[in-house]
């Protein structure tokens, strides 16, 4: 969930860059899951979005079957090396929209986006849910998308007729 100490993101990037090695050597990449193979794999500190995560990608739900539910572990540094919020202010003075469920374990980024954003922006926070379920519920999507709507239904007439 982006949290982890300064020590164990040195040691995740020390980690990548041997297997990086050991691929340059002709060793076979190493493949990690992206959330857990099955629900046996979840423990006690197995974040929200994971668990909803597995029964999103790794059921019938949205499973499929070009979908193999890992990333190459070599790739990491590539992946920690995105900061997107150091990147807000190219946004502006664009309007951004920000949707997040109220239940999101992810909504303190939401409300990060938000507060270093400059206008025109805003946060729509949709009751009662959690990140997966913005993607296909569809008492979630329906309010999201008459959002997404109305917000660049007002800013893009706004650009139209500048």
Known sequence: MGTISYEERMKRLRDAGEARSREARGEPARLVPVVPDNAAGFTESTPQLYREGYDYYRTPRAQHPNSPNRYVFSSLPQQMAFFP????DT???RPLLVLAGSRA???FWSRQVYEKAREPKELHVVEGATHIDMY???????PAVG????????????????
């Open 147 to 162: 959002k997404l709507a109305e917000f660049f239904g007002r800013h893009l007439a706004e650009v139209a007729s500048a």
């Open 91 to 93: 946004i502006s003075p």
């Open 105 to 107: 374990d992810t909504l």
């Open 136 to 142: 296909d519920c569809p008492q979630f999507v329906a």
């Open 85 to 88: 919020f150091e990147q807000l």
